[in-house]
């Protein structure tokens, strides 16, 4: 379904890979390496930020690390995310904003890249944000900040639409 309106066309805000160690040390700097070596791009160290006795983590300490691609880095990472998951996308991983979110579980799914016994086994989760060319602007600028009316939102639906048309994946529940 077309919008008439071209600022109602979804477009990709930003895509966020997440590898999440649990620890400091040199299994986080393999997770790092992992991270750029896929995404091409810095990776930012993620931390705890409280205390959990049974995941053996306090507050302040260092436990993943994160990218967030915008614009063509994050279509061209996304094609390669979903060629590592077959484009196979189950319904459930989309959330009521219409961000859609899944997860790989080794970084040797993605085209090219063969298992390094140094490194060892790595999964990462793949966040989706999606919004609407005009508008969304409205609930992050400075001055007149207002909530986004109903017509901006995102649905499932839409969603889904979305990824089936631009990145021809299979919907699977």
């Not at 300490?61 to 994160?66: F, H, Q, R, S």
């Not at 609407?132 to 400075?142: A, H, L, N, Q």
């Amino acid at each position: 379904m077309e919008k008439s309106n071209p600022m109602e066309e979804i477009i990709i805000d930003k895509v966020v890979v997440n590898i999440g160690v649990g620890q400091a040390g040199e299994r986080l700097n393999k997770a790092v390496k992992v991270i750029e070596m896929l995404t091409h791009h810095k990776a930012v160290m993620t931390v705890s930020k409280k205390t959990v006795r049974e995941f053996n983590t306090r507050k302040g300490l260092t436990i993943g690390a994160k990218v967030t691609l915008r614009k063509d880095d994050a279509v061209a990472f996304l094609k390669e995310a979903l060629y590592a998951r077959e484009f196979k996308f189950p319904s459930y991983s989309i959330d009521k904003q219409g961000n859609a979110y899944f997860g790989i579980a080794d970084y040797t799914d993605f085209k090219g890249l063969k298992y390094d016994p140094e490194i060892g086994i790595f999964g990462m989760d793949v966040a989706v944000v999606l919004k609407r060319k005009g508008g969304y602007r409205i609930s992050k600028r400075k001055i007149r900040k207002q909530s986004l009316p109903r017509s901006l939102h995102i649905t499932k639906e839409e969603t889904l639409e979305f990824l089936k048309k631009n990145f021809q994946i299979q919907e699977v529940n």
